[in-house]
């Protein structure tokens, strides 16, 4: 599917283009207090940013950016993120995910340490999502070549 | 909620649904999908629930369509029945 | 037509008339007396804000009072993906 056509005005326009786009995944993540987004959101933008460069361009130049491996990572960090974050609560002696615990460690009362928590668990989302959009396409475009292309 | 805005989003919702299972060309049906969603992006706006619509427009038209479209080109374009 | 062709329109036909039967049950859009207003929803609307800092009160029940929920959905979203990388991807000399 993703040849490369060596195609300027294409190649120019996702260059310039998916910066924008990642800056507008982190306001949507790090606004998710006070506006409509979120991780999972944020996560699917930062991940459609990646799937439109290796659109515009194709696999192996989308991989020279992010490798497969450090994909796999993103993948399981985002999890031990989120469950890190819980766990830390359980062990400063709170319950799973009361993220109220965490002012014993964070310079701040418990009402913001709640609003830190839900942040901390929205950056984990984000990474999962991302990654994991990343890896899903890749997979369905190359049928798990991960190659140039079949046709 | 203004009701004459909602019928014609309603109706449009209907239209777009029928399409996308009755058209013969799979990727046609992928892109009246991706209508079909930010169609449903707007209803959702309409009743309040903003984060819903914002779901909708990037998992359900954005990322959903490119993954039809990345799954329909390992088969054929045309469906047999 | 086809047997399979009368089958498939009852099927669909009677689902579709018993889900508009059962939405006449169900309260109007927004109404403030209906159970899904009344018990669980004002303790949110009053207490997010003070409780988490945190305006959105969407992200805040999301992420905070549902907070195991989102972390399956994560599981779910990870599963999905390292399922689709199992099944899919094959490597190079096999």
């Known amino acids: ?151 | 909620m203004i009701w004459q805005f909602d019928l014609i989003l309603l109706t449009l919702v209907v239209i777009c649904a029928v399409a996308a299972i009755t058209v013969k060309d799979l990727l046609s049906s992928a892109i009246v999908l991706g209508a079909y969603s930010f169609l449903m992006c707007l209803i959702w706006t309409g009743m309040g629930a903003v984060d819903v619509a914002f779901t909708e427009a990037t998992v359900g038209a954005g990322v959903s369509t490119v993954f039809f479209v990345a799954a329909i080109y390992h088969t054929t374009r045309r469906t047999k029945d | 037509m086809k047997t399979l062709d009368i089958i498939g329109w009852f099927a669909v036909l009677t689902t579709g008339a018993l889900l508009i039967y059962g939405t006449a049950e169900m309260p109007n859009w927004g109404d403030p007396n209906s159970p899904p207003s009344t018990h669980v929803s004002p303790r949110y609307i009053e207490k997010a804000d003070e409780e988490t800092h945190t305006p959105n009160m969407v992200t805040a029940v999301l992420a905070d009072y549902r907070g195991y929920d989102t972390m399956g959905e994560t599981t779910v979203i990870f599963t999905a993906g390292v399922s689709c990388m199992m099944l899919l991807r094959r490597r190079q000399g096999k």
């Open chain 1, 1 to 151: 599917m993703i040849r490369r056509h060596e195609d300027i005005i294409i190649e120019s326009l996702a260059r310039f283009l998916t910066p924008f786009i990642q800056a507008f995944a982190l306001y949507v993540l790090f606004l998710g207090h006070y506006s409509p987004g979120g991780g999972f959101q944020g996560g699917v933008l930062m991940g459609a940013s990646f799937i439109l460069l290796v659109i515009a361009y194709d696999i192996i130049e989308g991989k020279r950016r992010i490798t497969e491996k450090f994909n796999i990572v993103l993948n399981a960090t985002g999890v031990m993120v989120f469950s890190g974050t819980g766990l830390l609560c359980l062990i400063l002696g709170g319950e799973f995910l009361d993220y109220s615990q965490l002012a014993a460690i964070l310079p701040v009362g418990p009402e913001e340490a709640r609003g830190l928590g839900i942040l901390a668990v929205e950056i984990g989302v984000e990474i999962t999502v991302a990654a994991i959009m990343v890896s899903i396409f890749l997979d369905l475009a190359s049928a798990g070549e991960h190659e140039e292309a079949l046709k």
